[in-house]
């Protein structure tokens, strides 16, 4: 099993960390919030074969793996305040740079959350993941019985792979996504879903699912 530690208690850390806790990963929760980081380890961890436990920022970005689950652009506010400490480690975003509307993004379509965080974190390696399932759902894992799909990119293949291979057992199942610069598409895919599910009055209960399902 993997130590990840999640920066961020709010709807996305904790839906990671039900699906690594699930897994039976331990999970380290660090928010500015220690109250908050606190309630979100006690609710998830009692639900989970894994270990979650809340602790320092500082203690969770020690960890193995490191998930940025914070708005952009704070992820890159945390690059660039520990850009020694997190060099040469796996740090997966999620983050979405939505507009206002949500249905929007407020990066141009030559960059991405993704890239802009590798820019701040030369030394890291950054993976793509979880942005395409909005928090209700990854939280369950499956909708409509389904069990959801979430996309892998990133320039090194062999964090992706890695962060690949740790899915097994969350609920999830992992897609290879190729290159980072991907991440301008599958960002904008999260846009493009959130525009549909006010459309059709499904909020944020909606999720993408590559078909076939076996392959």
Same mark, same amino acid.
């Given at each position: 099993m993997t130590t990840f530690g999640i920066i961020g208690a709010g709807n996305m850390g904790r839906a990671i960390a039900t699906r690594l806790g699930?897994?039976?990963? *331990?999970? &380290?929760?660090?928010?500015?919030?220690?109250?908050?980081?606190g309630d979100l380890a006690a609710e998830v961890g009692?639900?989970?074969?894994?270990v979650v436990r809340a602790t320092d920022v500082d203690t969770a970005l020690d960890a193995e793996i490191v998930v940025l689950a914070?708005?952009?652009? !704070?992820?890159?506010?945390?690059?660039?305040?520990?850009?020694?400490?997190?060099?040469?480690?796996?740090?997966?975003? +999620?983050?979405? =740079? &939505?507009?206002?509307?949500? *249905?929007?993004?407020? &990066? =141009?379509?030559?960059t991405s959350a993704a890239e802009e965080l590798a820019k701040a974190l030369p030394d890291s390696r950054i993976v793509k993941a979880f942005n395409t399932v909005p928090a209700p759902v990854l939280t369950e894992g499956v909708l409509d019985d389904l069990p959801?799909? *979430?996309?892998?990119?990133? @320039?090194?293949?062999?964090?992706?792979?890695?962060?690949?291979?740790?899915? @097994?057992g969350t609920g999830l199942r992992g897609l290879d996504a190729g290159v980072l610069a991907n991440s301008r598409l599958l960002e904008r &895919?999260?846009?493009? !879903? +959130?525009?549909?599910?006010?459309?059709?009055?499904l909020g944020f209960e909606f999720g993408f699912k590559f078909v076939p399902t076996t392959f």
């Open positions: 699930a897994a039976g990963h *331990t999970v &380290l929760i660090g928010d500015e919030s220690p109250g908050k980081a009692a639900g989970v074969r894994g914070v708005w952009y652009p !704070g992820t890159v506010d945390i690059g660039n305040a520990h850009r020694q400490r997190l060099g040469g480690k796996i740090v997966i975003d +999620i983050a979405n =740079p &939505l507009d206002e509307a949500y *249905t929007g993004l407020t &990066l =141009p379509s030559s959801m799909d *979430t996309f892998v990119a990133g @320039d090194d293949t062999a964090a992706r792979k890695t962060v690949l291979d740790l899915l @097994d &895919l999260t846009a493009f !879903g +959130i525009e549909l599910g006010q459309r059709y009055g």
